[in-house]
C-alpha cells in the first residue's frame, strides 16, 4: 500500500484568504488526484494532478480558485484560495498504484472557513 | 456519463445482524466497482473492488459484494454485524480507462447496536 501523508490535518481559516494543503507519498507515483468532501456529502474529484503537466481540472473547478502544483513524483499541493465559508469541506489527496492498479486515499484536510 | 447511487443513507443493525448496503451504478462501459469505508476523522480504505471475472467479491473485514449487471446493482453485504464496522461506506464506479478517475456515491452511515 501507499502511504499518503497530509498537511495540514485541520485548519480554521479567516474568509478571503488562501491556503495550501501538502500530499506527500512514500513512493514515487505517475497520478495524483484532489478530492472535495463538503459537510454530509460524498466524495467530489477537483482535479487530477501529474508531474511536469498543467493539472487537469473538472467541470466547476477552476485554476485561479484551487492552482495545484506536483513538481515531483512524490509531492502535490492544492491551495484553496479567497476562501469563503462555502469552501469548508475535508480536501483528501489520493494516489494510483499501477500494479495492482488501486487508489490510496490520505486521512484528509479538514477546513473550516469564518 | 457514469454515476452512482446508495439507497439510504442511514443503516441501523444490531451487533451480529446482517449487514447490507446497497449501490446502484450506471455505466455506458464496462464499470469498475468500489466500496470504501471512511471511519471517523480518517481517510477512505479500500474494502473491496470489481473489476473483471468473478462477479462475488470478497474483502477485507468479512465484507463482500456481488456484482449483478442485469440489476446494475453492487451491494454490500456481511453475515455478522460487529461494533466496529460503524463508519461510512462509500460506493464508487470507474470506468478504468487511463484516469481512473472515480465517481463516488453520497455515502451510507452504518451504525451497530449492542
Known amino acids: 500500500s501507499a502511504v499518503i501523508s497530509q498537511k495540514p490535518s485541520r485548519d480554521i481559516c479567516q474568509r478571503g484568504t488562501s491556503l495550501t494543503i501538502q500530499c506527500q507519498v512514500d513512493s514515487q507515483v505517475t497520478m495524483m488526484f484532489w478530492y472535495r468532501q463538503q459537510p454530509g456529502q460524498s466524495l467530489t474529484l477537483i482535479a487530477t494532478a501529474n508531474q511536469g503537466s498543467e493539472a487537469t481540472y473538472e467541470s466547476g473547478f477552476v485554476i485561479d480558485k484551487f492552482p495545484i502544483s506536483r513538481p515531483n513524483l512524490t509531492f502535490s499541493t492544492l491551495t484553496v484560495s479567497n476562501m469563503s465559508p462555502e469552501d469548508s469541506s475535508i480536501y483528501l489527496c489520493?494516489?494510483?498504484?499501477?500494479?495492482?492498479?488501486?487508489?490510496?486515499f490520505g486521512e484528509g484536510s479538514r477546513l473550516t472557513v469564518l | 456519463a457514469q454515476s452512482v447511487t446508495q439507497l439510504g443513507s442511514h443503516v441501523s443493525v444490531s451487533e451480529g445482524a446482517l449487514v447490507l448496503l446497497r449501490c446502484n451504478y450506471s455505466?455506458?462501459?464496462?464499470?469498475?466497482l468500489f466500496w470504501y469505508v471512511q471511519y471517523p476523522n480518517q481517510g477512505l480504505q479500500l474494502l473491496l473492488k470489481?473489476?473483471?471475472?468473478?462477479?462475488l467479491v470478497k474483502g477485507i473485514n468479512g465484507f463482500e459484494a456481488e456484482f449483478k449487471k442485469s440489476e446494475t446493482s453492487f451491494h454490500l453485504t456481511k453475515p455478522s454485524a460487529h461494533m466496529s464496522d460503524a463508519a461510512e461506506y462509500f460506493c464508487a464506479v470507474s470506468d478504468g480507462g487511463a484516469t481512473n478517475k472515480l465517481i463516488f456515491g453520497t455515502g451510507t452511515l452504518l451504525a451497530v447496536q449492542p
Open positions: 489520493s494516489v494510483e498504484r499501477q500494479v495492482p492498479r488501486e487508489l490510496f
Open positions: 470489481y473489476t473483471t471475472g468473478a462477479t
Open positions: 455505466s455506458s462501459v464496462p464499470p469498475y
